[in-house]
């Protein structure tokens, strides 16, 4: 692939330094990271260069844009707790969805025309068999999820009227572990993913945890999710971006392992993984948690032929305690 020039928003983050790093390791593009260190940490990034500026700030954004022509855009910059965007809405749909499009519109100005978008499957309306395809029903159950579908709804009328402007959308599952030196990871002081919570225990930093809810119609009464390593989903954006690049059309995938797991599978892999106790008691079930919430992921297998590498729930856990011991 050529050499591209990659602004890459929010590449401090959990996610996004993954990506960073990846692209670092794997090819030669030019990269600049925008990132205000709002839930990042500037050790993180890696590669390219880092500046610090809320995305928010147009004049510096559009400064930025109009000097270093950039071929394509990786957005990872958002908000991203579910029960925050209920109490505080309006912060979910300035961050996530008002400065989102003032991003596109001038990645439209200055000829940006490859956009890789992370989206979440938070979008979807619940359905029974709690499995996921991308022309399911759409029906987010949360200010987070809406902003996410907001923006998803937003590079769809783009690029309809402006055709050279091509998306990439990547609705991520349960983004979990961290890299496998333990140098980045996930930061989050408020997160309130399992996985990051059940390492905070493994490595002392919480006594204990709840699982909420063991009443739900599952194999062990607690609520299934599909836990992807983040190092696999680096490698699909990776995959992702050269497919927009070979084909100029935009498209949206799931991306996940096809394949749920209990809180207390979980539970019991980080058990394993930590040759340790993982204190945890039952407390009620949280409002607004399906039972089963879990990819397919054909569409993304066959057409970018992404094969994940790390579907393993102990190496997910062992990964992320280890990221956590050291943070
Ligand atoms: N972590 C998950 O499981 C998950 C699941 C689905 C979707 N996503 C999406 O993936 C993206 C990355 O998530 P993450 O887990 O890496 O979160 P994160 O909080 O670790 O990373 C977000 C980064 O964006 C930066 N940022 C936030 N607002 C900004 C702004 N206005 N200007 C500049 N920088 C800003 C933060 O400082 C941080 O470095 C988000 O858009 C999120 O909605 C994450």
Request: aromatic share 10%.
């Amino acid at each position: 692939m050529q050499k591209l020039k990659i602004l890459i928003t929010g590449g401090a983050g959990y996610i996004g330094s993954h990506v960073l790093r990846l692209l670092g390791d794997t090819t030669n593009h030019e990269i600049v990271v925008v990132d205000n260190l709002e839930t990042g940490r500037e050790e993180s990034i890696l590669y390219g260069r880092h500046e610090n500026f809320d995305i928010g700030d147009i004049e510096r954004l559009e400064e930025l844009l109009k000097n270093e022509k950039f071929d394509a855009c990786f957005h990872f910059a958002g908000s991203i707790i579910v029960p925050e965007s209920v109490s505080d809405p309006i912060k979910y749909y300035k961050n996530n969805t008002v400065k989102t499009l003032c991003l596109i519109e001038l990645c439209l100005k200055y000829n940006v025309n490859k956009f890789v978008f992370s989206s979440t499957a938070a979008v979807y309306a619940q359905n029974d068999s709690g499995i996921y395809k991308e022309d399911d029903l759409i029906k987010p159950g949360n200010p987070y999820g809406k902003t996410k579908y907001m923006t998803e709804w937003m590079l769809e009328d783009i690029s309809n009227a402006y055709p050279d402007f091509n998306y990439l959308i990547l609705r991520y599952f349960n983004v979990a572990g961290a890299s496998l030196d333990g140098v980045i990871g996930q930061a989050g002081k408020t997160s309130t993913h399992l996985v990051k919570i059940a390492s905070e225990v493994a490595v002392g930093k919480r006594d204990k945890m709840y699982i909420y809810g063991e009443d739900y119609k599952t194999k062990d009464g607690t609520c299934i999710r599909d836990y992807i390593h983040v190092l696999d989903l680096a490698d699909a954006h990776i995959k992702g971006l050269e497919y927009l690049f070979q084909k100029n059309e935009s498209v949206v995938f799931n991306v996940g392992y096809n394949q749920g797991y209990s809180v207390h599978e979980v539970l019991n892999a980080m058990r394993q993984a930590m040759e340790h106790e993982i204190p945890a008691s039952i407390s009620s079930r949280r409002p607004g948690d399906d039972a089963v919430l879990v990819a397919n992921c054909d569409k993304i297998k066959s057409k970018l032929n992404w094969q994940p590498k790390y579907n393993d729930i102990k190496l997910i856990c062992k990964t992320a305690a280890n990221w956590e011991s050291k943070l």
